[in-house]
T-cell receptor
């Protein structure tokens, strides 16, 4: 069965500190991995996807198939990064499986 | 450009009453449509998805049903609400394997 885990419900860091939001998945094939973000009073929206290999708002995420992980990283956190972050998986089909989410709080 | 509309934004309903949440998409044809429920600490739970008119796949058996009477319209319904149906409901459509979400409906069953 497909499953996405995010071990931290809440992550607090100080402004300017590095941040890493962890995501692990279980799937027997080669899925596509995503990070979605929900800022306060905004819609849930795509942040980045592993096939794009882009850096969005300073965030990057590398798919590690050996460790089945897709951790989200940013070297210097900003207060505007405070939001709810969801890791998600798609098996190139219709279904998207989401993790439980991590709330990131960047302190001034 | 494509847009997704979801209403109402908030809803308070008594136990045992019916439910109808509506979602429409503009600017695209034959989209894949989804209903998710967002619960604190549990992430997004897929409830239903649809790949076309009249085609509904249910992921979690429960007190809810979905219908797609038109290409760009997706409706979430219940005949009799339970307290456990309270939550935040999100409609979404998919393009190129990216989900685009509506603003959501906060449902409180009292």
């Amino acid at each position: 069965a497909q499953r996405v885990t995010q071990p931290e419900k809440l992550l607090s860091v100080f402004k300017g500190a590095p941040v890493e939001l962890k995501c692990n998945y279980s799937y027997s094939g080669s899925p596509e991995l995503f990070w979605y973000v929900q800022y306060s009073r905004q819609r849930l929206q795509l942040l980045l996807r592993h096939i794009s290999r882009e850096s969005i708002k300073g965030f990057t995420a590398d798919l590690n198939k050996g460790e089945t992980s897709f951790h989200l990283k940013k070297p210097f956190a900003q207060e505007e990064d405070s939001a709810m972050y969801y890791c998600a998986l798609n098996n190139y089909g219709q279904n998207f499986v989401f993790g439980p989410g991590t709330r990131l709080s960047v302190l001034p | 450009s494509q847009t997704i509309h979801q209403w109402p934004a908030t809803l308070v309903q008594p136990v045992g009453s019916p439910l109808s949440l509506e979602c429409t998409v503009e600017g695209t044809s034959n989209p894949n449509l989804y209903w998710y429920r967002q619960a604190a600490g549990r992430g997004l739970q897929l409830l239903f998805y649809s790949v076309g008119i009249g085609q509904i796949s249910s992921e979690v058996p429960q007190n809810l049903s979905a219908s797609r009477p038109q290409d760009r319209q997706f409706i979430l319904s219940s005949k009799k609400l339970l307290l456990s149906d309270s939550g935040f409901y999100l409609c979404a459509w998919a393009a190129n394997r990216v989900l685009h979400f509506g603003n959501g409906t906060r449902l409180t069953v009292t």
